[in-house]
T-cell receptor, first 114, second 113 residues
């Protein structure tokens, strides 16, 4: 199993550009989520999904869109990049939401917005 | 939303010293998880605590969940250079917050050989 994969690993954008961060998992996990990590602020939840076709907002959803058309994929779209979105983005998945909700993280995407 | 405070933010120790990080919540938690992130890496799951007063051990790591399920601690005995990294707690309050995992700010541990 590849686990959770993310592409790209690094990305530089100009202000106003749009892009999609890809996330895929091959563990048949129902729950997937996106976090951003900034120095001193831990991991903040952007959006999450409890299954195909179901998404919900996390703590910092503004400026980001998600969709979940399949169990395996959970892309994160930046609509119009801003310097404040410079961060490290992690995708995570888990089997369940309560008892078996160990989060498996991808390697991350390091995004710089100029 | 669910808030969790993690202290300290930084901890510098000499190799062989002990280390403890704490997570505190103002509300009762359904469970708490702990993760470790090595420098430049991604968070890796360490353990989940569910029961009031639960204590779990993993080699030199001891995890505790408070009796009131509002706080937790991670204690490392006799730190080694391989323990370097950031330790996070993560909580899911359950109920209407089902599915939302909130992470603490993390404790950055450095170990001097």
């Amino acid at each position: 199993n590849a686990g959770v994969t993310q592409t790209p690993k690094f990305q530089v954008l100009k202000t106003g550009q749009s892009m999609t961060l890809q996330c895929a998992q091959d563990m048949n996990h129902e729950y997937m989520s996106w976090y951003r990590q900034d120095p001193g602020m831990g991991l903040r939840l952007i959006h999450y999904s409890v299954g195909a076709g179901i998404t919900d907002q996390g703590e910092v959803p503004n400026g980001y869109n998600v969709s979940r058309s399949t169990t395996e994929d959970f892309p994160l779209r930046l609509l119009s990049a801003a310097p404040s979105q410079t961060s490290v983005y992690f995708c995570a998945s888990s089997y369940g939401l309560e008892v078996h909700n160990e989060q498996f993280f991808g390697p991350g995407t390091r995004l710089t917005v100029l | 939303g669910q808030q969790v405070m993690q202290i300290p933010q930084y901890q510098h120790v000499q190799e062989g010293e002990d280390f403890t990080t704490y997570c505190n919540s103002s509300t009762t938690l359904s469970n708490i998880q702990w993760y470790k992130q090595r420098p430049g890496g991604h968070p890796v799951f360490l353990i989940q605590l569910v029961k009031s007063g639960e204590v779990k051990k993993q080699k030199r790591l001891t995890f505790q969940f408070g009796e009131a399920k509002k706080n937790s601690s991670l204690h490392i005995t006799a730190t080694q250079t391989t323990d370097v990294g950031t330790y996070f707690c993560a909580v899911n309050a359950g109920g209407t917050s089902y599915g939302k995992l909130t992470f603490g700010q993390g404790t950055i541990l450095t170990v001097h050989p």
